[in-house]
C-alpha cells in the first residue's frame, strides 16, 4: 500500500512538465530527495485522510526542492496538534484510574483473588489425570454375578452453550481454524478491554470466571428449546422428548443442573 500510494501521489507531484516518469529531464533530483519526497507525500496522504483536511499543500510540478520538502513538513505539524496537548491529558487519566480503583477497592481486592485462584488452578490442577480401567466391562460383570439383575438408568447429557470463555480461546464448530487465528488477538484484546471496564466500574460480573453465555450461546439455547417442543421424527425420538418434557404417562425423571451461568 505505502507504494502505490507514494508512487501514485509522488508521479504528480514530481514528474516534470513533458509528464515522462521520473528522471527523464529533471537530473537534478537526487534519489535521496525523491525519497524524502515521496515519504513526505505519504505522510500527507495519511494526514489527510485522517482529519480529512480540504487542501492538498501545494507542491510545483517541476521544481522540487528540499526546502519545499521541509515546507510541506511545517505545514502537516501544523495541522496536527501538539504532543504537548496530547501529553496533558496522561496525567488526569491516570489519577482518574487509580480514583476509580480506590472507589471501587473491594470490588478489585476480590476479582484479584479470583484470579489468582483460578491461575493456580490451571497450573496445579490434575483434572484431567485419572486413573482409567482397562476393561470397564468387566466391572459391570462382578456386578452382576453379585447383585443379580442391574436396574438401567437413561442420562441425556447436554453442554452447555457457548460462554465468553469458549469465544475468546475455543474455535468452536461455528468457524473455521484460520478465522480463528485472525481474529484470536483482536477477541484477547477485546475480552481484557471488557474486564478492565468491569473493575473499573465496581462490576462483579467477569469475562474469563465464572463466564457467562455468549450471544451465540444464546442462540443455541434457543434452538435447542425448539428442539425440546417438536414431536420427533420417530417413535425412540418421540419417547426420549416426552421424558425430557415430562410428559404425562412419561417415565420419571430429574434434571440436574451445576450452578455455573452458562
Known amino acids: 500500500l505505502n507504494r502505490i500510494v507514494c508512487a501514485s501521489v509522488t508521479w504528480s507531484f514530481i514528474s516534470c512538465d513533458c509528464q515522462q516518469p521520473i528522471g527523464c529531464c529533471v537530473p537534478q533530483r537526487t534519489r535521496s530527495e525523491v525519497f524524502e519526497l515521496m515519504r513526505a507525500c505519504m505522510h500527507a496522504y495519511i494526514i ?19 526546502d519545499k520538502i521541509q515546507e510541506i513538513r511545517n505545514e ?31 470490588t478489585l481486592i476480590y476479582k484479584t483473588r479470583l484470579y489468582l485462584r483460578g491461575v493456580l488452578y490451571l497450573l496445579f490442577c490434575n ?14 460383570r462382578k456386578l452382576r454375578q453379585l447383585e443379580g439383575n442391574i436396574e438401567r438408568k437413561t442420562v441425556y447429557f447436554v453442554r452447555h452453550g457457548e460462554s465468553t470463555w469458549n469465544d475468546t480461546f475455543n474455535k468452536g464448530s461455528h468457524r473455521s481454524a484460520l478465522v480463528f487465528v485472525i481474529g484470536f488477538i483482536p477477541g484477547l484484546v477485546k475480552s481484557f478491554l471488557y474486564e478492565a471496564y468491569l473493575i473499573l466500574s465496581g462490576k462483579l460480573d467477569s469475562w474469563f470466571y465464572d463466564s457467562p453465555i455468549s ?11 425448539k428442539f425440546l417442543k417438536t414431536k420427533g421424527v420417530n417413535e425412540t425420538e418421540q419417547k426420549h422428548l416426552g421424558i425430557l418434557r415430562a410428559d404425562p404417562g412419561s417415565p420419571p425423571s430429574k434434571i440436574v443442573c451445576s450452578s455455573l451461568r452458562r
Open 48 to 66: 489527510r485522510s485522517a482529519i480529512n483536511v480540504k487542501r492538498w499543500p501545494v507542491i510545483p510540478s517541476t521544481v522540487v526542492t528540499m
Open 76 to 106: 502537516l505539524q501544523q495541522r496536527l496538534p501538539p504532543a504537548e496537548d496530547l501529553q496533558m491529558f496522561v496525567r488526569p487519566s491516570l489519577i482518574l484510574v487509580c480514583g476509580m480503583l480506590l472507589f471501587n477497592l473491594p
Open 215 to 225: 450471544f451465540l450461546g444464546l442462540g443455541q439455547v434457543e434452538e435447542l428449546a
Open 127 to 140: 483434572d484431567k489425570k485419572w486413573k482409567q480401567v482397562s476393561d470397564s466391562a468387566a466391572v459391570f
